[in-house]
């Protein structure tokens, strides 16, 4: 073999050790060789860590669903009923930006008989928009008023946390504590110390509301009874110390 057949023959040579992992092995050796010392233990610890605050804004869906002899009269009388139902929202103080379409449908009714196909006797047709409360105080008139001015679908509603971010880094700090209180727990019990943070894995955030069911009325006597509750923010930390003397 020449010395240019010996070099070209490398590229290929480590092309293919690329492809069968050779060299990635070699590599998370010496990455996790540099992760302790050498006479350190690592200790992994799973910790999390929970701040629960009073929501600020709720969120709810509501409709109107229609049905008349043909399509056009369905989605005709839809759209008047649904109009009302929108001029309702503006005029209850609801901003443009936090009402959102998310579905808009038209469905054929069917009669079915005995021994014969199945024949159109109608259609439904149905508009149902997403809607942010941000004044919790106004939830509950919110929604009589949507049942006055024509809808007829109102599910919800879910309460949530604007702006989370203090809230959750409340719960990154119990987490760590929580997860250094524990490091410390095995640390005593093995005759060590904690000397370092090797490394901080986070997850992801859980926002669980308190289950509450509140339906607008078909007549209204008195303001529907909302209670929000608390919501409770949740990290989730995977932490790794070093051990040693």
């Keep these: 073999m020449t010395r240019s057949t010996a070099h070209g023959l490398r590229p290929l040579l480590l092309a293919a050790a690329l492809a069968f992992g050779a060299l990635p092995t070699m590599t998370a050796h010496a990455q996790s060789s540099t992760l302790a010392s050498p006479d350190g233990t690592l200790l992994s610890v799973s910790a999390v860590g929970e701040v629960s605050q009073a929501p600020d804004i709720a969120r709810l869906s509501t409709g109107v669903v229609t049905q008349a002899p043909d399509a056009n009269a369905a989605m005709r009388a839809n759209a008047e009923q649904m109009t009302r139902v929108v001029a309702a929202l503006e005029a209850a103080g609801i901003a443009e ?140 930390l995977d932490i790794v110390f070093e051990l040693g003397d």
């Design 97 to 236: 930006r936090d009402v959102q379409t998310s579905g808009v449908n038209l469905y054929p009714q069917y009669r079915h008989d005995d021994g014969s196909a199945p024949t159109i006797t109608g259609y439904q047709a149905s508009n149902t928009v997403n809607v942010t409360v941000r004044d919790l105080g106004k939830l509950g008139p919110v929604m009589d008023t949507l049942v006055d001015a024509g809808a007829n679908q109102v599910n919800g509603p879910s309460f949530d946390i604007d702006d989370k971010t203090a809230a959750l880094d409340e719960a990154r700090r119990k987490a760590v504590e929580q997860a250094r209180t524990r490091a410390a727990m095995y640390a005593r019990t093995l005759g060590l110390r904690v000397r370092r943070i090797v490394s901080i894995s986070e997850g992801g955030d859980i926002a669980r509301p308190m289950p509450v069911m509140a339906m607008a009325r078909a007549e209204k006597s008195f303001d529907t009874p909302i209670s929000p509750g608390e919501n409770t923010l949740s990290v989730n």
